[in-house]
T-cell receptor
Framework: NAGVMQNPRHLVRRRGQEARLRCSPMKGHSHVYWYRQLPEEGLKFMVYLQKENIIDESGMPKERFSAEFPKEGPSILRIQQVVRGDSAAYFC????????????FGPGTRLTVT | AQKVTQAQTEISVVEKEDVTLDCVYETRDTTYYLFWYKQPPSGELVFLIRRNSFDEQNEISGRYSWNFQKSTSSFNFTITASQVVDSAVYFCALSEYTNAGKSTFGDGTTLTVKP
């Protein structure tokens, strides 16, 4: 049973470009969470999604950031018009329905904005 | 609002020493989960332990042990006979019982174990 997969592992974007980060949850998991880790800081919750639904987006910046978890395919975290302050590690976690405490993290995507 | 404080930003020990990483949390919830994670230099997040607020028993797993004290809102982590491979950033986290996937993390403690 493969773990949570994220790609790409490293992403470099110039200011103003778009960044798309993908997360494939563990098989059978229907809940996905996105976290951001700025340099020298802990992880900060961004958004919680179930298939085709955003459950909690209280940690998402109001502008430029969006997330989706379609019926088919991976969850996508999209950052439009990236700025240098978006440079961070973005972690995805997944959990099975009914057991959100069983949370498994992916390896993260390191986004660098130049 | 929930808050996790890891007051020790960096700790440096010599191999074979014991080391304790402190974690203090704040929550208005009466039921919740507490976690510890390890982040080695490679960057991934390694799950170490989950504890729910009902269970105040201390836990030991090999060289690792955890001391959960609800009365002082602390969940400290001790590594016995530390090894160089223990060098990493360690994060304590707290989550709601009904939405355990939404965790609040501390800022981490960087542990360096020197040979």
């Amino acid at each position: 049973n493969a773990g949570v997969m994220q790609n790409p592992r490293h992403l470099v974007r110039r200011r103003g470009q778009e960044a798309r980060l993908r997360c494939s949850p563990m098989k059978g998991h229907s809940h996905v969470y996105w976290y951001r880790q700025l340099p020298e800081e802990g992880l900060k919750f961004m958004v919680y999604l179930q298939k085709e639904n955003i459950i909690d987006e209280s940690g998402m910046p109001k502008e430029r950031f969006s997330a989706e978890f379609p019926k088919e395919g991976p969850s996508i975290l999209r950052i439009q018009q990236v700025v240098r302050g978006d440079s961070a590690a973005y972690f995805c976690a997944s959990s099975p329905q009914g057991s959100s405490y069983e949370q498994y993290f992916g390896p993260g995507t390191r986004l660098t904005v130049t | 609002a929930q808050k996790v404080t890891q007051a020790q930003t960096e700790i440096s020990v010599v191999e074979k020493e014991d080391v304790t990483l402190d974690c203090v949390y704040e929550t208005r919830d009466t039921t919740y989960y507490l976690f510890w994670y390890k982040q080695p230099p490679s960057g991934e997040l390694v799950f170490l332990i989950r504890r729910n607020s009902f269970d105040e028993q201390n836990e030991i797993s090999g060289r690792y042990s955890w001391n959960f004290q609800k009365s002082t809102s602390s969940f400290n982590f001790t590594i016995t006979a530390s090894q160089v491979v223990d060098s990493a950033v360690y994060f304590c986290a707290l989550s709601e019982y009904t939405n355990a996937g939404k965790s609040t993390f501390g800022d981490g403690t960087t542990l360096t174990v020197k040979p």
